[in-house]
């Protein structure tokens, strides 16, 4: 099971946050810190520096847009379950939306089920290994209805490709580019959505850089309270896909 511990604090013109989690199996206690960070202002630009879970996805199915952190199969084979990115955030919000610049010092390496034997050995591009840092840059704005999403990433990819080595899977962490849009539109008690992502540096199964686009597209629809028992009804229709 898992034990969840959080704490705020407020020093001067600085918020302090603190979530620790406790992961306890019959083998193990582990401790994961999903947050740690210190959020402070010199105006007009907001920052950002620990360690934090971020998403700027906003489809139900598969996310494409979900790009910062990394997935941890260990607790949970869904992946759904993210882990705390170290980072560095500059957010500036203007008139025309917010603008915000990611800095990640460090790369985690993906946690697999703890019943994979032997667990995949992370092999990586360069040779600073998880110490080369990314980069995030990422713009939002809403127009009514309309909200947008632009996503530019830079860096060691979160996703790592599987191979085999000589002594086992190795667990491929290249450096990609990806490049990503997302939209979500308000019609009524209808929501409209739609993200994509073109990520150009994965290899393919001969080793060769390939480019992929991926893509999830999604109506949503909300009937509140239809039978007059206080709860509301919602129906999703998702198709993702890739190229």
Known sequence: ????????????????????????????????LPEARAKFSIDPVSFLVGVDIE????????????????TDLERDLSGETKLGEPMVRATVLGDVGLLGLYYLPLHQERPFAPD??????AVYETEAEEFAPSFVLRFSTAIDDLDLEAIAF???DREPSL??????????????????????????AT???GEGVHVVGRPDARGRTRTDQLY?????????DPVGLG???????SYAGSS
């Open 191 to 193: 929501f409209l959505r």
């Open 1 to 32: 099971g898992t034990l969840q511990l959080s704490a705020e604090q407020a020093v001067g013109e600085v918020d302090l946050s603190l979530i620790a989690q406790v992961y306890v199996t019959e083998e193990e206690q582990t401790v994961y």
């Open 216 to 224: 999830t597209v999604e109506v949503e629809h909300e009937t509140y």
């Open 55 to 70: 998403s700027w996805s906003r489809v139900e199915a598969v996310e494409r847009l979900s790009l910062l952190n990394q």
């Open 231 to 237: 709860f509301d009804v919602a129906g999703i229709l």
């Open 163 to 188: 191979r085999p080595g000589a002594s086992g899977a190795e667990a491929l962490y290249p450096v990609v580019t990806q490049l990503g849009l997302g939209a979500q539109y308000l019609m009524g």
């Open 116 to 121: 994979l034997s032997p667990q995949p050995k």
């Open 154 to 156: 830079h860096g060691t």
